[in-house]
T-cell receptor
Framework: NAGVTQTPKFQVLKTGQSMTLQCAQD?????MYWYRQDPGMGLRLIYYSASEGTTDKGEVPNGYNVSRLNKREFSLRLESAAPSQTSVYFC?????????????FGEGSWLTVV | GENVEQHPSTLSVQEGDSAVIKCTYS??????FPWYKQELGKRPQLIID?????GEKKDQRIAVTLNKTAKHFSLHITETQPEDSAVYFC????????????FGKGTHLIIQP
């Protein structure tokens, strides 16, 4: 039981390049999330998927797209990377979106855009 | 929008002393308040949580208190140890919405030897 697994762990991109962050969970969770973490800003929600087949924007969705490929997988795509997207990205999941469900995080992906 | 404010941003205490981190929230519909600990270079991990029908919860050296009337909740760590050094995040359930948790900006807890 690996929990939440995300790849890659580290990536350097040039401005304008595109990339996809992959995330998978093996806990049979219904809800999945993508957060970004910047110094002094806490964890900010980019996109979420309350259940398989649905995705919605979070607090900071601009410049990103997501795909809920199946119940296990939720990917985050940067179509044209910008230096402002340099950040640590965390994928997370919870059993359901109803209140009181613990959110479990992946190990994080360190992305630098130059 | 709804938010969670967390104070202080940095807290330095002597080993063995107690540490208190405070959060306030704005959404009166929020019912779930977890605390996460994040060590340097690691993922955030849940350390304790509390629901709105409870005023206090303890787990060994860690306790959380909730005042729903005042919309604030606090994390208390007693007999602090070097391994308590980390960044701590409070959160609420955003009024029970499908978007999961809203996090505070974090408190960097430093345990001085």
């Amino acid at each position: 039981n690996a929990g939440v697994t995300q790849t890659p762990k580290f990536q350097v991109l040039k401005t304008g390049q595109s990339m996809t962050l992959q995330c998978a969970q093996d806990m049979n969770h219904n809800s999945m999330y993508w957060y970004r973490q910047d110094p002094g800003m806490g964890l900010r929600l980019i996109y979420y998927s309350a259940s398989e087949g649905t995705t919605d924007k979070g607090e900071v969705p601009n410049g990103y797209n997501v795909s809920r490929l199946n119940k296990r997988e939720f990917s985050l795509r940067l179509e044209s990377a910008a230096p402002s997207q340099t950040s640590v990205y965390f994928c997370a999941s919870s059993e359901a979106w109803d209140t009181g469900n613990t959110i479990y995080f992946g190990e994080g992906s360190w992305l630098t855009v130059v | 929008g709804e938010n969670v404010e967390q104070h202080p941003s940095t807290l330095s205490v002597q080993e063995g002393d107690s540490a208190v981190i405070k959060c306030t929230y704005s959404d009166s519909a929020s019912n779930y308040f977890p605390w996460y600990k994040q060590e340097l270079g690691k993922r955030p991990q849940l350390i304790i949580d509390i629901r709105s029908n409870v005023g206090e919860k303890k787990d060994q050296r860690i306790a959380v208190t909730l005042n729903k009337t005042a919309k604030h909740f606090s994390l208390h760590i007693t007999e602090t140890q070097p391994e308590d050094s980390a960044v701590y995040f409070c959160a609420d359930d955003s009024g029970g919405g499908a978007d999961g948790l809203t996090f505070g900006k974090g408190t960097h807890l430093i345990i001085q030897p």
